[in-house]
């Protein structure tokens, strides 16, 4: 359990850790490739280290200098391995896709978390590129045979960048051209980092095709990620001033700005540059009157992951706010909805539950109260923003499940606000 209390005011500059994705990706990818690259700023929490640990399963040489990785890839992968995934969603999700063309016979697993995760919905698409892939009642573990794979064409009903990056990766080892199309464009940096790589691989809009093609190791400087900048940039605008540094601003993953925009919030983007084919910025975020505001559908994809956060700032915004379209949220590390709606709730707001989102009434104020994380990391962030926000602050329950994302994340949010920490630790 971990005590957190309220603050009258919140400010300081934050260094962050790597993207997430990113970091996956470049693990993975070079992982795959020919060649030797390394990877600096990395992510190093749970969910990265399962990915490094299943590519050195499969034959690459992964070393690791703090938050700098060096990489050997193998683009022939070892068979008869057994992938522990961890809890990670996406080392199972796009390890299926890469691994399915690559000739070999491997087993993904993962804890009971990430068991009862969908995973069907990787599984079909592969199976019309004649991949064999079966899962176990749509659910991991999931066992990859050998199989030539063919082009073709996915059309995926729902916008996701895990499924849309497990069919391309399965495209680089198939015969002619995969084309993949969603209604939705979601983040896009698997096209970016297989591009970099010399991947022949064409963006048209939602659309993307690639052909077969062998990959180049790569140097990567990850950016910092705006899902984790994303809890500080929320307490600048709820309790003082932050600034973010480095951080990554890919225009598929700022649904977080789109969101502070509706909301009212007062930012502005320093020192934008661009590194590696991704676009970084200073983020700076001041003190901020919230209005209540509506997001739909096309809204979700770009800011999938910081949904929590957004419906607990609609709890201290003026008015009645409504967030559809966002049934992803369900099938999430917690069912991100009830939880969500729970968070809030316990703090002292309103929020009633919808099949695929919800209706959250701003009180301006919340209370604070109890949270318990659900061992989702995401949950457990939202609620230290949420506690430290509130009039009285509170207790978070099972709160060291952030190391997944983001191992340092509470040191980070006691180290400033005018260098008065009140985080602590009650085990």
């Known amino acids: 359990m971990r005590r957190i209390q309220s603050r009258e005011y919140f400010s300081g500059e934050f260094d962050l850790p790597g993207d997430k994705s990113i970091t996956h990706r470049a693990i993975m990818f070079n992982g795959g490739a020919d060649g030797e690259a390394v990877i600096s700023n990395a992510l190093t929490g749970e969910d990265c280290l399962s990915t490094c640990q299943c590519l050195r399963a499969l034959g690459a040489t992964v070393e690791r200098d703090g938050t700098a990785l060096r990489i050997k890839g193998t683009p022939r992968f070892r068979s008869g391995q057994r992938l522990d995934c961890g809890n990670s969603g996406t080392t199972m999700r796009l390890l299926t896709g890469f691994v399915a063309g690559k000739g070999v016979d491997v087993t993904l697993f993962g804890d009971e978390s990430l068991s009862s995760r969908p995973m069907k919905r990787v599984a079909e698409p592969l199976t019309l590129l004649g991949a064999d892939v079966k899962t176990t009642d749509g659910h991991a573990p ?175 915004a003026d008015g009645e706010s409504r967030i559809t379209g966002a049934q992803e949220l369900r099938v999430k590390e917690s069912d991100r909805i009830r939880t969500t709606a729970e968070l809030i709730r316990n703090l002292g707001g309103e929020c ?76």
């Open 142 to 316: 999931i066992y990859i045979t050998p199989k030539t794979l063919h082009g073709g064409s996915v059309q995926l009903k729902v916008a996701s960048a895990q499924v849309k990056s497990a069919v391309l990766l399965a495209g680089l080892s198939a015969e002619g051209e995969t084309f993949v199309s969603e209604p939705v464009k979601s983040r896009d940096h698997t096209e970016r980092m297989l591009s970099a790589m010399g991947a022949d691989i064409r963006v048209e809009g939602n659309d993307v095709r690639v052909k077969k093609s062998n990959l180049c190791a790569v140097d990567v400087c990850v950016p910092s990620d705006i899902s984790s900048a994303a809890y500080f940039m929320a307490l600048g605008a709820l309790k003082g001033e932050t600034l973010c540094k480095n951080v990554g601003v890919n225009p598929t993953r700022t649904g977080i700005l789109t969101a502070f925009d509706r909301l009212g919030v007062e930012y502005a983007l320093l020192n934008k540059r661009v590194s590696g084919g991704e676009d970084i910025a200073d983020i700076l975020v001041k003190k901020s009157h919230l209005r209540s505001i509506e997001l739909t559908s096309e809204d979700i994809p770009a800011m999938i992951d910081e949904l929590p956060l957004v419906a607990l700032l609609c709890a201290f």
């Open 352 to 427: 009633e539950e919808l099949p695929d989102g919800f209706i959250i009434r701003g009180r301006k104020k919340l209370r604070g109260g109890k949270v318990d994380s659900c061992l989702d990391h995401r949950i457990a962030m939202t609620g230290a923003v949420g506690l430290l926000a509130s009039e009285n602050g509170g207790e978070i329950y099972r709160s060291e499940c952030c190391a997944i994302s983001f191992p340092d994340f509470f040191e980070k949010l006691g180290e400033k606000g005018n260098g008065r920490g009140h985080v602590r630790d009650e085990w």
